[in-house]
């Protein structure tokens, strides 16, 4: 009957649906624009505080996780990093820089994200939820 389930390596009749075929998956498209300014640093993609990707000038990453909430952020480790110190002088020696939170509701079908460096910033912004 069209309600039977089937197995996707021997094709034998399996009574129920596995954990993964019940799992209602998103995608999570993550955009990091293309420039020259920070063109060499990689950036990681961090999904509930567990690195999941990593990302290139110019690269668009698509993965997919479960139906409940999550927080993505990225972040850059870097040995040369400068940072600003907030009244217009800058400091190196490198370092961690990490971007705001962008937390996807469960509910939500699937996102758009965009990841932008700037100087001494690293931005990641919620294009759309759909």
């Known amino acids: 009957p069209d309600e039977s389930i089937f197995c996707l390596y021997c094709g034998a009749k399996v009574k129920n649906e596995s954990a993964y075929q019940k799992a209602k998956l998103r995608k ?3 955009e990091r624009a293309s420039g020259f300014f920070g063109c060499a640093v990689v950036y990681q993609i961090i999904c509930d505080g567990q690195v999941i ?3 290139r000038n ?3 990453k698509v993965f997919e996780i479960d139906g409940k909430s999550h927080a993505i952020q990225c ?4 040995p040369t990093m400068i940072y600003g110190n907030g ?3 800058v400091y190196g ?3 961690t820089m990490v ?4 937390n996807i509701p469960s509910g939500t079908q699937s996102a758009d994200l965009f990841v932008k460096n700037g100087f001494a910033s690293l931005r990641l912004k919620l294009v759309r939820l759909y």
């Open 28 to 30: 999570i498209r993550i």
């Open 53 to 55: 990707a990593s990302i």
């Open 58 to 60: 110019g690269e668009t």
């Open 75 to 78: 972040c850059i480790t870097s």
């Open 87 to 89: 009244n217009g002088g």
């Open 93 to 95: 020696g490198g370092g």
């Open 99 to 102: 971007s705001d939170v962008v």
